[in-house]
């Protein structure tokens, strides 16, 4: 029995004695050669290309849906329509008072008549005072009947007078009430056109957000549309990393839906003003080689290529401490990095292949 326990712990004491030795080991590797990419990650989001939301610039009750989720819309296509029973009497209203006004106008045809009619008795009465001025210097007739000639000449006058004041005043009076009243007729039918909701480009309907007899409000989408089967992707890229992009940059998509397959793409746009509250900044991307089936909304995981290398010697990353120190069998080494990718990182100077590394505690 005690030659057993003794043989029991000389076979403990040994492993212990040998697992340090297997513990360096395990730890200890040399650089490797592989192909290297440097890349930024960001999430993002599908949408379809010219996505936007429609919105009402009225408030009022949907009369009708005349689209479907789904549905091709082509641009200027009504896709509601909203109950517009008051701004419509309101533009028939409108239209009635400009045709009122325009018959109006044609007052001004009476008074013309009557400006002529008073020119010709003006005329007449002229003649008659000048004629009686000749016989009153001829000492014929009395000054009761030249005055009376007088009296006539200078009433017409001032009748023919009064008419062309009359006109003009009722002229530019009609002809302003014509403005006003087609202005009104504008408006009210441009308002009228509020209440039908059209399509903006040709596509696709994606989303109808009310239900005839809802309540419409301006604040609140009518619904969201976007080119048909054509989709980019919205990225979030953090504050840190958003000066290592640039338009044209390749960028790899992964998404959930089409797990083990990988999508090419392209950077074609970034927006200049960071989101406070995130702390990121909006990149669009277009791809290169789109997904058979896609849908706005669906998320995806995006690594943006920033520079490649094929054959760089690389370390993994958490074998490097400080930026640039590694661990050898002779002590610490200062190393010169290259590319990093999100596990490994290329050692350019410090090092060579034959190096045997130690993983920092």
Known sequence: MKQGLCAFSTAVFAVILLLPGCSSKKNTISPEFTDIVESVYASATIAAADQYMVIAPVTGLLEANLVQEGDSVTAGQVIARIDNTNPALNAENARLAMELSRRNLNNLDEIAAQIQTARRQLVQDSVNYTRQQELWRQEIGTRAQLESRQLAWEVSKNTVRALQVRYNQTRIQLLTAEQQAANTAAITARSSNDFVIRSLIAGRVYTLNYKPGEMVV???????????????????????????????????????????????????????????????????????????????????????????????????????????????????????????????????????????????E
């Open 218 to 360: 301006p604040q609140q989408p009518v619904a969201m549309l976007g080119r048909a089967g054509q989709f980019i992707l919205k990225l979030e890229v953090d504050e840190v990393d958003i000066a290592r992009l640039k338009p044209g940059q390749k960028a790899l998509v992964s998404m959930e839906a089409w797990q083990g397959k990988v999508f090419e793409a392209r950077i074609s746009r970034i927006l200049p003003n960071m989101d406070s509250r995130s702390q990121t900044f909006r990149v669009e991307a277009e791809f290169m080689q789109q997904p058979p089936a896609l849908y706005p909304g669906m998320s995806a995981e995006v690594n943006v290529v920033i520079s490649e290398k094929k054959n760089a010697m690389v370390i993994p990353l958490d074998y490097l401490k400080g930026g640039d120190k590694v661990y050898t069998a002779q002590g610490k080494k200062t190393v010169k990095t290259g590319l990093r990718s999100l596990e490994k990182i290329e050692i350019l100077e410090g090092i060579s292949k034959e190096t045997e590394l130690k993983k920092p």
